[in-house]
């Protein structure tokens, strides 16, 4: 199955999820705009190496997605989008009564309302080219909830509620949006909160990851950033034209539990 001809717009791609995903859609000939808030040589060193490793076309564009403008400057920017992936997003956990205002509003803006403004700005271009692939990443706790996480939690629901509206509203066309729902995966974002978790529960890194972050993951294994790309490649696929409108779990059966 090849996706040459097709260029796919990942948010938030310069690391974790989103850079697994670049590769796999690479693999299978997609041509890629890669994105993030910064612009460092790094970003540009990453888009060359990527089109260098897969032999196809990759750009960087910056765009901060806490921004309006700059989610819809993105799409506008990349001019054609067959496929995008709504993959940015960031953390912040703490209780309710506690959660900080700026981070709550930073939260939906960059892990919800980013993917309206993107999808806005790409759905008349899928429509001109007559197909297109919308893929969310959501998260399983876009399925479920669990505490200190309310913002993260209310964004990935939200995200779950997009996806089906924009699949309503393109399901006679050869337009298709799905959400993934991934479990834990080992990227920067889950990297980071480790150290917390150990001083929290006073236990070693070993037994933080089985015991506490992967106590709901009942394959006591983290699901990888070539799986999330994988799944990301079959929902792009001819198999897929069917699929639209649903979630699909990556997540060692955390949700069947
Ligand atoms: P990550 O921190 O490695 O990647 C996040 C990406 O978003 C980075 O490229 C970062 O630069 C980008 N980003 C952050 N703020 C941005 C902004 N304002 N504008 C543009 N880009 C911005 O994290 P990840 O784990 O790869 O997460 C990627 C997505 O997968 C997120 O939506 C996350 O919620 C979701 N997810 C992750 C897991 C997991 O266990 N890692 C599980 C479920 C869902």
């Given at each position: 199955?090849?996706?040459?001809?097709?260029?796919?717009?990942?948010?938030?791609?310069?690391?974790?999820?989103?850079?697994g995903i670049a590769h796999e859609l690479a693999k299978a000939g997609?041509?890629?705009?890669?994105?993030?808030?910064?612009?460092?040589?790094?970003?540009?060193?990453?888009?060359?190496?990527?089109?260098?490793?897969?032999?196809?076309?990759?750009?960087?564009?910056?765009?901060?997605?806490?921004?309006?403008?700059?989610?819809?400057?993105?799409?506008?920017?990349?001019?054609?989008?067959?496929?995008?992936?709504?993959?940015?997003?960031?953390?912040?956990?703490?209780?309710?009564?506690?959660?900080?205002?700026?981070?709550?509003?930073?939260?939906?803006?960059?892990?919800?309302?980013?993917?309206?403004?993107?999808?806005?700005?790409?759905?008349?271009?899928?429509?001109?080219?007559?197909?297109?692939?919308?893929?969310?990443?959501?998260?399983?706790?876009?399925?479920?909830?669990?505490?200190?996480?309310?913002?993260?939690?209310?964004?990935?629901?939200?995200?779950?509620?997009?996806?089906?509206?924009?699949?309503?509203?393109?399901?006679?066309?050869?337009?298709?949006?799905?959400?993934?729902?991934?479990?834990?995966?080992?990227?920067?974002?889950?990297?980071?909160?480790?150290?917390?978790?150990?001083?929290?529960?006073?236990?070693?890194?070993?037994?933080?990851?089985?015991e506490v972050m992967l106590d709901r993951q009942p394959s006591k294994?983290?699901?990888?950033?070539?799986?999330?790309?994988?799944?990301?490649?079959?929902?792009?696929?001819?198999?897929?034209?069917?699929?639209?409108?649903?979630?699909?779990?990556?997540?060692?059966?955390?949700?069947?539990?």
């Amino acid at each position: 199955m090849s996706l040459s001809g097709k260029t796919a717009v990942i948010t938030g791609s310069n690391s974790g999820i989103g850079l697994g995903i670049a590769h796999e859609l690479a693999k299978a000939g997609a041509d890629i705009v890669l994105n993030s808030f910064t612009d460092s040589d790094d970003d540009h060193k990453l888009a060359a190496d990527l089109a260098k490793q897969h032999g196809v076309k990759v750009r960087y564009i910056k765009a901060d997605l806490s921004k309006p403008d700059e989610a819809r400057g993105l799409i506008a920017q990349a001019g054609v989008c067959d496929i995008l992936v709504n993959n940015a997003g960031i953390q912040f956990v703490a209780p309710i009564d506690k959660f900080p205002t700026e981070k709550w509003d930073q939260i939906i803006a960059i892990n919800l309302s980013s993917a309206f403004h993107t999808t806005a700005v790409a759905l008349p271009m899928m429509r001109k080219a007559k197909w297109g692939r919308i893929v969310n990443i959501s998260s399983a706790h876009g399925l479920t909830a669990s505490p200190f996480k309310a913002a993260y939690i209310a964004a990935k629901h939200g995200i779950v509620g997009l996806t089906k509206t924009t699949a309503l509203e393109t399901a006679e066309e050869a337009i298709t949006c799905n959400a993934i729902c991934p479990g834990y995966v080992l990227t920067p974002l889950v990297e980071a909160q480790i150290p917390d978790q150990m001083k929290a529960h006073n236990m070693d890194r070993e037994t933080v990851i089985r015991e506490v972050m992967l106590d709901r993951q009942p394959s006591k294994q983290f699901a990888t950033v070539e799986q999330i790309g994988g799944t990301a490649v079959f929902l792009c696929s001819a198999y897929a034209d069917q699929i639209t409108g649903t979630t699909i779990s990556v997540d060692g059966g955390w949700t069947a539990l």
